[in-house]
């Protein structure tokens, strides 16, 4: 079964849009997958018009390969070097780190994947009413 960067099992990042690089809901990651399609992204407007900059559009539907194009708050299996790219350029999309593949750790840290978490909060103080 497939971990995440939390050390604990894969969970899915999205089923509409269908998303991972084996459309299976997952950021799952195998050797077919040379970009490591590892990090559940929350895309943001400035996020998508980053990768759109780096020659990635995110946004245009591609019918032929069934791709809806993504909006604002989709959650998406994004390459982890293209979202470091945006992290480096003030642009990095949300992460959902349960469903974030540990690969990912493999390009970048935990500690920069926490600084754009959304399903973690950031202490206990968060919790409390």
């Known amino acids: 079964m497939a971990q995440n960067v939390l050390g604990e099992t894969l969970e899915p990042c999205n089923f509409d849009p269908v998303t991972g690089f084996y459309r299976d809901g997952c950021c799952n990651t195998g050797a077919d997958d040379l970009g490591l399609h590892t990090i559940c992204a929350v895309v ?8 759109r900059s ?5 946004s245009t539907p591609a ?4 791709f809806p194009g993504l909006v604002p ?13 945006a992290h480096q350029a003030g642009a990095a999309a949300y ?9 990912t750790l493999d390009v ?3 500690e920069v994947l926490r600084e754009h978490a959304v399903d973690v909060p950031a202490g ?4 409390e009413a």
């Open 95 to 103: 992460v959902v780190l349960a469903s974030t593949h540990e690969r």
């Open 124 to 127: 206990p103080g968060s919790l």
């Open 63 to 66: 019918p032929i390969y069934g």
């Open 108 to 110: 970048v840290s935990l």
């Open 73 to 85: 708050g989709d959650r998406w299996c994004v390459t982890a070097g293209n979202w470091l790219r």
């Open 44 to 51: 943001t407007a400035e996020f998508l018009a980053h990768q």
């Open 54 to 58: 780096i020659g990635n559009d995110l």
